[in-house]
Structures are given as C-alpha cells and as structure tokens.
C-alpha cells in the first residue's frame, strides 16, 4: 500500500485485525531499522494482528518508499516529521484524542521515540524494540562529524552493484554490524531490490549509507527521552546491539514511565530465529490496558 504526503510518497505493508468483533484498538505504525524494510516485522505481524490493524513504513529511501530529492540527505529529524505527516494525514487528521501504537525496531524506534516526545497526544503506546535513543556524538567531534559528511556527499556513492539472484544478494546482507541468517535475509531483502539487466540491485537510496551532517550530544538524547511521557516497552535483547552499551541506565532512567523486558536473541530478534518471546511481550503490553 502507498501513503502519498506532500514531498514523497511512503509505501508499506498492511495486516488486518484478526478478530474485527473486538472492541477497536489504536492502529499500529510499525517502523523498521536502517536499510531494513516493512517485511522485518513479517514474523511477529500475525501475533500482533490478535491486537489490532498493523501498518508497516516503508521509510523515506527504503523498500517501495520514495527517495529524497537530489542535493538532500537522509537526515534523522526528516524521518521523524515524514512519520508525522503520515500520522496525521492518514491515520488520525484533525480531530483531537485519537491515538496511535508506535513500535519501532533500531533506527524505527529511534524515530518512533522521538515522535512520541514531540507529539505525545498522538501516541497511545510505544514500543522500542533493541533500540533506546539515538545515536550520539560528543560535541567537540561536530566539525569532524559535518567535514565527513560534506565530503562523503561531493564523492558520491560509488558504482551500483549488480547480484546475478536474489541468493547472492542475500549472502551479502547475511554480514554486516547486525547478521542475519540466510533465511532471515532471505525474506527481508527482496523488497530492497528491484531488477538490474540480468540481475538485481538495490532498490534502496545508496545516500541512506552516508554520514550524517550532524548528530544529536548525549544531553540531547536524554532530554528527549525524559520528554516521552507515553507508556513505553524496551525490549532488550540478550544479543543486540545494545547488549553490551555502557550507559544506557540513564537513557532508561529518562523515560517516565517504562518497562524493560530482555529477550533471547540478536538485534533482529523480532524477525531471525524463534521470534515468539518478542510477539509475546508486545501483544500483551498493546493489549494491556
């Protein structure tokens, strides 16, 4: 399915409350991690659905989604306000008191806590799952920070790379910072890929891959974590990317009101392996009142 908003148009995927005789919960806007698509959230999408509607982003330069217009960049707070646009253009429009679940994997619960800081009358319930903040910098690397990225963006991305299958691709996506099994790649990739002569390339915006210009300092962090008021679930897992982050006791500690549930598991807990315990725990913090 699409979302047109005024400058790009989001695409997704969607699943259907499972039992429409039920009393109607708050739709749910679920948001993927970076170079991740909608399909990261296929595996737990059928528990979940028990719950109510799911609606799965595509974000800006990812999956089906639009890219940014040449000269811009994929900057953290634009992710942000596309999801607002979306929120109150398709999901909840002028009236006042309707609410929507936000759960967001990595990058998405990173854009998914910031709109419920900024605009918590919107959000019923927030769930972060291996995600707790964004990411920072201290403030004497910001010119570091700005040089790399300007110079990044005049070299360019490079060549476009070519994968004779969709196998070849996936072999490629099963390494990186956050490895996925052949199977787990197998399923999340094909939305990020589109056909290329004889083969496949990627359908994702090369961009998405260059330094930001500018990064939030860890007090900046903070200070918006303290800002989300909205009931919030961490899931933690065991093996994520967090697992082993000093100093997340004070990202914690910020949010008001919070529950932190570990998992087994690597970052992609909701979508590599036996994804149960991360369905079961987010099915019964939406469910419950």
């Known amino acids: 399915m699409q979302w047109p908003l005024r400058h790009i148009t989001l695409a997704g995927l969607s699943w259907a409350a499972e039992d429409a005789s039920q009393p109607v919960s708050p739709p749910v806007i679920m948001l993927h991690g970076w170079l991740d698509n909608s399909f990261t959230f296929s595996q ?6 028990k719950v109510s509607s799911l609606y799965a982003v595509d974000m800006a330069g990812h999956g089906h989604s639009g ?31 309707i ?8 990058l998405g619960g990173i854009v998914g806590s910031l709109y419920a800081a900024a605009f918590p009358e919107r959000v019923r319930k927030l769930v972060m799952i291996d995600s707790l903040g964004a990411l920072s910098r201290p ?24 994968y004779p299958d969709i196998t070849a691709a996936a072999k490629v996506r099963e390494g990186g910072l956050s490895p996925l099994s052949h199977e787990a790649a197998l399923t999340l990739i094909p939305r990020n890929l589109q056909p290329e002569g004889d083969g496949y390339g990627w359908r994702t915006d090369a961009r998405l891959r260059h330094p930001s210009p500018l990064m939030m300092t860890e007090d900046q962090v903070v200070a918006s974590l303290k800002a989300v008021q909205t009931p919030t679930l961490f899931v933690s897992a065991k ?11 004070d990202r914690l500690n ?19 392996g036996d ?3 991360v369905a ?8 419950k009142e």
């Open 280 to 287: 079961d725990v987010v099915r019964n913090f939406l469910k």
């Open 275 to 277: 994804v149960r315990p």
């Open 139 to 162: 403030v004497d690397e910001t010119i570091p920070q700005l040089r790399k990225s300007i110079t990044k963006r005049i070299a360019g991305s490079g060549r476009p790379v070519v």
């Open 239 to 249: 093996k994520g990317l967090l697992a082993n982050r000093k100093g997340l006791d």
């Open 99 to 106: 609410k929507v679940d936000i759960v967001g994997h990595s």
């Open 44 to 49: 737990i999408a059928p528990e979940l659905a």
């Open 67 to 97: 890219h940014r217009p040449p000269g811009q960049s994929y900057q953290l707070m634009d992710y942000v306000a596309d999801i607002a646009e979306l929120i109150e253009t398709h999901f909840c429009g002028p009236e006042q008191g």
């Open 254 to 272: 910020a949010i008001s009101n919070v529950q932190k549930l570990e998992v087994p598991g690597g970052h992609h807990c909701h979508l590599d």
